[in-house]
């Protein structure tokens, strides 16, 4: 920490003695030790504290990532679901329509049809179609039969 030789701790001795005394040196280091460790300990306690901090940051930063990453997945496999399940049910319906149009042909599509008009039968005698009586009354009258 400090740069200090072996001949300044000789000077700063000689110092102490000769301003401090002899008797007294020993109980003066000995304070001035205590006070250097305890303000050794104050730092090392700070940086300690410091650390801890930082490592409980770094805690949590990891377990929000974790968290995040687990969410992430979960979403995903929920939207790989979805997605899966809307295929097979596209191939269901796929299966489903071959499945009602096989052998299907046109002709079954005219019996099928709904028109609300029933189809002539063959062997029915058809009718004539209805006049129009109002035709009838606004056309000029028909020629007299020639006389003999």
Same mark, same amino acid.
Not at 18 to 25: D, N, Q, T
Not at 122 to 136: M, N
């Given at each position: 920490?400090?740069?200090?030789?072996?001949?300044?701790?000789?000077?700063?001795?000689?110092?102490?003695?000769?301003?401090?005394?002899?008797?007294?040196?020993?109980?003066?280091?000995?304070?001035?030790?205590?006070?250097?460790?305890?303000?050794?300990?104050?730092?090392?306690?700070?940086?300690? $504290?410091? !650390?801890?901090?930082? @490592?409980?940051?770094?805690?949590?930063?990891?377990?929000? +990532? #974790? =968290?995040?990453?687990?969410?992430?997945?979960?979403?995903?496999?929920?939207?790989?679901?979805?997605?899966?399940?809307?295929?097979?049910?596209?191939?269901?319906?796929?299966? $489903?329509? !071959?499945?009602?149009? @096989?052998?299907?042909?046109?002709?079954?599509?005219?019996? +099928? #049809? =709904?028109?609300?008009?029933?189809?002539?039968?063959?062997?029915?005698?058809?009718?004539?179609?209805?006049?129009?009586?109002?035709?009838?009354?606004?056309?000029?009258?028909?020629?007299?039969?020639?006389?003999?």
């Amino acid at each position: 920490m400090f740069d200090i030789g072996f001949w300044e701790l000789v000077v700063i001795g000689v110092i102490g003695i000769v301003v401090i005394g002899p008797e007294r040196l020993p109980e003066v280091v000995r304070s001035a030790l205590i006070f250097i460790r305890k303000i050794r300990r104050g730092f090392s306690d700070v940086r300690a $504290d410091i !650390e801890r901090e930082l @490592d409980l940051d770094d805690m949590r930063k990891i377990l929000h +990532e #974790a =968290d995040m990453r687990e969410h992430i997945k979960k979403l995903n496999d929920g939207v790989m679901n979805l997605d899966k399940e809307a295929r097979d049910l596209g191939t269901s319906i796929k299966e $489903d329509l !071959e499945h009602a149009y @096989d052998g299907y042909t046109p002709e079954d599509a005219s019996a +099928e #049809a =709904d028109t609300g008009i029933e189809p002539p039968t063959a062997g029915a005698a058809q009718t004539p179609p209805a006049v129009d009586t109002a035709d009838v009354q606004n056309s000029p009258p028909a020629e007299p039969p020639p006389k003999p």
